[in-house]
């Protein structure tokens, strides 16, 4: 239960912030316009709000419905729907008074806040904490695969050497590359042998959904028991590290883990190497095939991560490049959303996913890492040119520059209402995603 609600706080602070710096961005632009704000909200305030208080033209607060926030701004049409307001003449203080190009830096702000606040966040991550990952060089026991990676050839102990013939350098973007980046083959060695891998067209939609195509392979060392692990009845210890079954060599997890499932309900003979000594310990497996244990899997335990540090200077261009590294790599993702052929919409999630990203304990790292990731997302999301979204806007902006013609009020209502059912539509799709993947 405690990791459920460090998970939640760590999510309404995220979007709460994130909010709160976008509807800022057109709050400023707008006041620096002269346009009149009337209302300034953390999250949505139907029929009431939890707080709120006036100060001079703007009243602020704080609504009960947490699915966003925003800004009421005069002579605007928006989610608030104010139509006996634009039925009065104009005034020089709202927003559809105000010239073509201020309207649309207003209505831009909140997604160029987003994308600031993205780069100062990963400035500072680079400058706090720096940068650690795990090259790929390092990995020296290879990789494990599951059916899906032995379908195009991949064999578990592979080390991956390049993709398309291009070094790779971090482990860990292998996988996005592959989705990303279009790969059309990987390049491994397989023993002492170099062996290139062809990439079947229609591979990615397989992909996209698949949580054990590439992981790091690792020797199996017990860190912890489960409650009523045989393991633990039979004399195994932590730290012990399992190097024969059966008198068969076995010296990673994945080939102890094969093993395993082929002896369910069987008895076996572990050999273990514990303080440079070996010991032999015979157990019956369950029906489960499982030996109730957790593995050792800190991977600064096996391998050497490679760690840059930033001074502050330094880290303001790395900043830089890592914020449109980020918004290159979410267009890329959501293009793939909208592709038929991959069928990524499927794992498309709302907030049940979006919670499940930050750590089930408090860690500023996770938590600025992911904020500086949601505020890329939200910057982009907001850019669909959907009504009610502020791409939708722009986008009618850019009709009215374009064409020197502004879209009438009546159509722009009706495009506002036809965009909210389009975005509550999403709205549940994503969620009840959610929902049906907790009963799965």
Do not use: C
Not at 60 to 68: D, M, Q, S, T, V
């Amino acid at each position: 239960m405690s990791e459920i609600l460090i998970k939640t706080l760590q999510l309404i602070l995220s979007l709460s912030l994130l909010v709160i710096i976008h509807e800022f961005g057109h709050f400023l632009f707008a006041r620096l316009f002269k346009t009149r704000v009337e209302k300034f909200y953390l999250f949505f305030d139907p029929w009431f709000a939890i707080f709120k208080k006036k100060i001079g033209e703007t009243e602020y607060g704080i609504g009960w419905l947490p699915l966003g926030g925003y800004v009421k701004i005069s002579g605007m049409i928006d989610e608030s729907m104010d139509k006996e307001q634009m039925k009065q003449p104009p005034q020089p203080y709202e927003f559809r008074s105000k010239k073509t190009w201020q309207r649309l830096l207003i209505m831009i702000a909140g997604v160029l806040f987003n994308v600031i606040l993205a780069f100062v966040i990963y400035m500072m991550i680079l400058f706090v904490w720096g940068e650690k990952y795990l090259p790929a060089s390092e990995v020296k026991y290879g990789i494990m695969t599951d059916s899906l990676g032995q379908s195009i050839g991949l064999r578990n102990g592979d080390k991956i050497i390049s993709l398309d013939n291009k070094p790779v350098d971090n482990f860990r973007k292998i996988m996005g590359d592959i989705v990303l980046e279009n790969v059309h083959s990987i390049q491994v060695l397989r023993n002492d042998s170099h062996v290139n891998i062809i990439v079947p067209n229609n591979f990615i939609a397989k992909l996209i959904n698949d949580k054990e195509f590439l992981e790091v392979r690792i020797p199996f060392i017990v860190e912890d028991f489960a409650k009523n692990s045989v393991a633990q009845q039979a004399g195994l210890k932590k730290g012990d590290r399992v190097i024969a079954i059966n008198d068969t060599s076995v010296t990673y997890f994945d080939e102890v883990r094969s093993f395993l499932m082929r002896n369910k309900n069987r008895e076996i003979l572990l050999t273990v190497l514990r303080n440079n000594d070996s010991a032999k310990i015979k157990l019956k497996l369950p029906e489960t095939g499982m030996l109730g244990v957790s593995i050792m899997a800190d991977l600064e335990k096996f391998f050497k991560l490679k760690q840059i540090n930033y001074g502050f200077f330094e880290a303001i261009p790395a900043g830089f490049n890592k914020t449109f590294s980020m918004l290159d790599n979410y267009m890329k993702q959501l293009k793939l959303i909208f592709s038929p052929q991959t069928k990524a919409y499927e794992s498309l999630g709302g907030f049940i996913s979006i919670g499940k990203i930050f750590p089930s304990e408090w860690d500023w790292f996770s938590f600025w890492s992911m904020s500086a990731f949601l505020s890329i997302v939200l910057a982009i999301m907001n850019l669909l040119p959907i009504p009610g979204l502020d791409g939708g806007h722009v986008l009618f902006l850019l009709y009215e520059i374009v064409t020197g013609r502004k879209p009438s009020d009546k159509f722009l209502e009706r495009a506002q209402i036809f965009g909210m059912i389009i975005l509550l539509a999403l709205l549940i799709y994503a969620n009840g995603n959610d929902i049906i993947k907790l009963f799965k």
